[in-house]
């Protein structure tokens, strides 16, 4: 378990769907602190960084075009509760539901909401301790992990 995550809200939120970011704003915020976002556009360079671990999935292609088609927004979260195994990875990823549209549908998560398919399905989560570290630090290279408030 780990006290952060890296989230983004993808670009076809902010390409098809610019009404929602104020509302999905809200919901994260519901269970999660946001402790730094900033809205901003991928190179493609830096989603082939991002993405380097899926560079031979055969949606790679596909993949780096959406991610770089418009704004998106990194956020680091932590969930909002009082124990002490703050799982915030694995909240947020129950949070945002299944990668896949079909699944997510009929779940209750924010891709079932406002995904629209396997590639626009909206939110990015990381996947374990070592990728949350990795991604937070490839977004906000100066987040302080010991004192997040101060960011
Ligand atoms: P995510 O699981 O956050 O990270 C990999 C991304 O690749 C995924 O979200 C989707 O945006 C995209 N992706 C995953 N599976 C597919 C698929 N089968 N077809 C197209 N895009 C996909």
């Not at 901003?40 to 993405?51: H, K, M, P, T, V």
Request: aromatic share 14%.
């Amino acid at each position: 378990s780990f006290r952060f995550t890296l989230a983004i809200i993808k670009p076809d939120i902010f390409v098809k769907q610019p009404n929602n970011v104020k509302s999905i704003i809200e919901k994260i915020e519901s269970r999660f602190i946001i402790h730094t976002s900033k809205q901003i556009n991928l190179s493609i360079q830096d989603a082939e960084q991002f993405y380097h671990d899926h560079r031979e999935k055969f949606f790679y292609e596909r993949l780096i075009s959406f991610m770089t088609r418009g704004p998106i927004l990194p956020m680091v979260l932590e969930y909002k509760n009082n124990d002490q195994n703050n799982d915030t990875i694995k909240n947020w990823r129950d949070f945002i539901g299944p990668t896949h549209r079909e699944k997510a549908k009929t779940m209750n998560c924010l891709r079932g909401e406002y995904g629209t398919s396997d590639t626009r399905n909206s939110f990015h989560g990381s996947g374990s301790e070592e990728e949350a570290k990795k991604e937070i630090v490839f977004f906000f290279p100066k987040f302080d992990f010991n004192n997040p408030k101060s960011n």
